[in-house]
């Protein structure tokens, strides 16, 4: 057991008041279970939620003893992408990347193999430090996550294998064209 203080559970943002402090965690550190952590006021925190959690930035962890810890989307390194959206936002969901969409921008995380397809595609790139929030999953919750080679991106290798895939899923009904009677 711990004497710390612990969030068992968050509030999303807009629907709290009253923070106490808050906490600068990347994309990644917020997508949590359980977790020590320490504020911006440097007072240490446990999280121990029931499962799993995507927090976004402007939530708040609701610790035991009623303070609340909000959650910031703190900087890390991302490409600013630039140029045909519609199309280069095609290829970036396609490989299933989490993207922030700015009314004539988009945002991933920094990823040289992306970045390389996204220069071959004719994209405008800047890198840049600054928080990264990107749209949530179906019906704008939750998270869209990325699609893994089972190997970190960070390791300077060659990929030796295309990243343009088929999906085949079945849904239980056939996608065969009708002819109308």
Known sequence: MTDLPC???HQPA???TGQSASVALDYEARFMRRKRLVTDAGWPFMVDLPGATSLNHGDALVLDDGRLVMVQ???EPVLVVRGDLARLA???????????IGADHLVIRADHVLEGMLRQLGADLTRAEAPFTPEGGAYGRGR??????????????????????????????SHAARTPS
């Open 73 to 75: 989307a703190a900087a």
């Open 14 to 16: 807009g629907q709290w």
């Open 90 to 100: 095609w290829h970036i969901g396609n490989r299933h990347t989490p993207c922030q």
């Open 144 to 173: 869209t996550m990325g699609h893994s080679h089972g190997h970190a991106h960070e390791q300077d290798h060659a990929h030796g294998h295309d990243h343009d895939h088929a999906h085949h899923h079945h849904h239980g009904h």
């Open 7 to 9: 969030a068992h559970h």
